[in-house]
């Protein structure tokens, strides 16, 4: 009998062999360099993203600062239910991230955007909004990359037609910057 978790885990090993390493090592950098100058590294997505984004937060603010004792300067623009409702409610729900970065982006802060689709609207109207305000932005999506692959300065592309795959890949990232800036682990 064909075991359902040893076909997942092969798709997965199989793609996770297929990603640009190249593109993880330049994307960890980007982290270093915001963190190591002090800047924001402001984490957005929308669905299952989102809690990728709230995880890449809990990981690094936590464990990045007491390994090195070095503030870091991290946000995710998806952990205050009550603004998120409430920008969503006064504006729109595709705007709910653009309007949070009005209020507290500066040139010079990365902007990780996480979208498995690459089309979500608000993180599309965020990107477009933080390129247009000096900021860097990394983009990490799936499938196709969608627009969010085209409109960030910087990418993470897992070329996978699969949502829980392309959310396992975007994981790893995560464990990959933690593991780079708070080693020794």
Request: proline share 2%.
């Amino acid at each position: 009998m064909a075991s359902f978790s040893k076909d997942y885990f092969d798709r997965l090993t199989k793609a996770l062999h297929e990603q640009d390493f190249a593109a993880y090592d330049q994307a960890i950098e980007l982290v270093r360099t915001a963190w190591q100058a002090g800047r924001q590294i402001i984490t957005l997505g929308n669905g299952g993203s989102s809690m990728t984004a709230l995880h890449f937060q809990t990981d690094w603010a936590k464990n990045i600062y007491l390994k090195t004792g070095k503030p870091f300067r991290g946000r995710s623009l998806v952990d205050n239910m009550g603004l998120i409702m409430a920008y969503a409610n006064d504006f729109s729900f595709q705007d709910l991230f653009l309007e949070q970065l009005k209020n507290l982006l500066e040139p010079g802060d990365l902007v990780v955007a996480i979208s498995g689709s690459g089309n979500s609207e608000n993180v599309i109207r965020a990107v477009e909004y933080a390129n247009a305000h000096g900021a860097v932005t990394l983009g990490l999506s799936g499938y196709d990359g969608g627009r969010l692959k085209k409109i960030a300065q910087h990418n993470l592309w897992a070329d996978v037609p699969d949502m829980q795959i392309v959310e396992d890949i975007h994981s790893v990232f995560g464990h990959l910057v933690l593991r780079s800036l708070a080693t020794p682990w």
